[in-house]
Nanobody
Framework: QVQLVESGGGLVQAGGSLRLSCAAS????????TGWFRRAPGKEREVVAH????????YYADSVKGRFTISRDNAKNTVFLQMNNLKPEDTAVYYC????????????WGRGTQVTVSS
């Protein structure tokens, strides 16, 4: 089993930056892809970005392209989300999730970290 812990959230002004971290423990070699999702108040959860563990292939939602960068450090079992030029609409709880090799489905979730962008 894999466990995920997010960190790095906080309060920032519009135009500012934050860097989120997702630290994995347990059977980390079994991870196929790690992703960041977010849920804003009154809205459904949406995917933000994800990255494959083996070759670093990335995906970004259109709403964050050019502003957010996802990266990984396999030696530290950590995935990062660098968020630049933040907007008030980026305010949400951000969750890290992992998809195991067997299912290739985001079955493992962290507890989330709050990101608040003030205007």
């Amino acid at each position: 089993q894999v466990q995920l812990v997010e960190s790095g959230g906080g309060l920032v002004q519009a135009g500012g930056s934050l860097r989120l971290s997702c630290a994995a423990s347990g059977r980390t070699a079994n991870i196929y892809v790690t992703g960041w999702f977010r849920r804003a108040p009154g809205k459904e959860r949406e995917v933000v970005a994800h990255i494959t563990r083996s070759d670093g292939i990335t995906y970004y939602a259109d709403s964050v392209k050019g502003r957010f960068t996802i990266s990984r450090d396999n030696a530290k079992n950590t995935v990062f989300l660098q968020m630049n030029n933040l907007k008030p609409e980026d305010t949400a709880v951000y969750y890290c999730a992992a998809a195991p090799m067997q299912t290739r489905s985001f079955d493992v979730w962290g507890r989330g970290t709050q990101v608040t962008v003030s205007s």
